[in-house]
């Protein structure tokens, strides 16, 4: 896989699938951005602080990312343990908002790839029975209908994808949320 000259940003470069996908796409020769509440320092060539559970700080890193971005990873979020409004913070509504804010920056044809595990699964049919999905009034009326729309052409839909990021390389099953057919 060569990547020479393709710029791509990972949301959770400083620890875990975030920092071994930069790693990767790094080797490859993409230039890579990583985004993180914790300073990444390994394999990126440049990083911007982001906390997904503050709009503020969303907004900001947009804001600080170049023009022409070839792929966004989103890799960030955190565990169903954190509690649940943390999670849709974190995991449904700041990865919207960043994902929204990005797409304005990104070249013709880029794309993006969403990260979760396996604790997401179902989550088509749970999101909007949570009270936690309105959260400060976050979840607008086109966003409770892309949940309802989630699988059709264009839309978005899980896919199991057998990765190599297990310590010792052994592959594994990873839950991913792929939205397909986005262009801008």
Do not use: Y
Not at 54 to 70: C, E, K, N, R, T
Not at 130 to 159: K, M, W
């Amino acid at each position: 896989m060569n990547l020479s000259g393709k710029t791509i940003v990972v949301t959770g470069a400083a620890s875990g699938i975030g920092a071994e996908t930069a790693r990767v796409l790094t080797a490859a020769g993409a230039r890579v951005i990583g985004l993180d509440r914790h300073e990444a320092t390994e394999n990126i060539d440049q990083f911007i602080s982001l906390d997904l559970s503050d709009p503020v700080s969303i907004s900001q890193a947009a804001d600080a990312l170049p023009d022409g971005i070839d792929a966004l990873c989103n890799v960030a979020g955190l565990p169903p343990t954190a509690g649940v409004v943390p999670v849709m913070k974190v995991n449904v509504l700041g990865l919207q908002a960043l994902t929204e804010r990005v797409l304005q920056k990104m070249s013709e044809g880029g794309s993006i790839v969403n990260v979760a595990s396996l604790a997401g699964s179902g989550w088509p049919g749970h999101i909007l029975l949570h009270p936690a999905a309105d959260l400060e009034g976050q979840a607008s009326p086109g966003r409770r209908a892309a949940v309802h729309r989630s699988r059709p052409p264009g839309g978005f839909g899980p896919a199991v994808l057998r990765t190599s990021f297990r310590p010792g390389g052994g592959s594994g099953d990873r839950r991913c949320l792929c939205l397909r057919g986005v262009r801008r």
